[in-house]
């Protein structure tokens, strides 16, 4: 059973940026594809980057290159930086790692964006 904990997310004013970090409890073999993905209130869980160990990515297209996605498979982390933040970007943003069948979630971390 692999953990995911994800943390740096807060309250941001538009037009900032935030760096959120997720980090493994386990090893990340080299064919785990981890992602983040996102869920604003009433809204279902949406994708919005992944990133397989060779580094390969992935985006949801409505994001238009505010989100970069990254990964430190020695550190077993994943990252997600999001640059001109946007108050339609207020999620809950959830870390995600697929392993073989299986899929792991974290417990996500709240991203505010209010002036």
């Known amino acids: 059973q692999v953990q995911l904990v994800e943390s740096g997310g807060g309250l941001v004013q538009p037009g900032g940026s935030l760096r959120l970090s997720c980090v493994a409890s386990?090893?990340?073999?080299?064919?785990?594809?981890m992602g983040w993905y996102r869920q604003a209130p009433g809204n279902q869980r949406d994708l919005v980057a992944t990133?397989?160990?060779?580094?390969?990515?992935n985006y949801a297209d409505f994001l238009k290159g505010r989100f970069t996605i990254s990964r430190d498979n020695a550190k077993n982390t994943v990252y997600l930086q999001i640059d001109s933040l946007k108050p339609e970007d207020t999620a809950v943003y959830y870390c995600?790692?697929?392993?073989?069948?299986?899929?792991?979630w974290g417990q996500g971390t709240q991203v505010t964006v209010s002036s």
């Open positions: 386990d090893s990340i073999f080299s064919s785990d594809v």
């Open positions: 990133i397989t160990s060779g580094g390969r990515t």
């Open positions: 995600h790692l697929r392993r073989g069948l299986r899929n792991y």
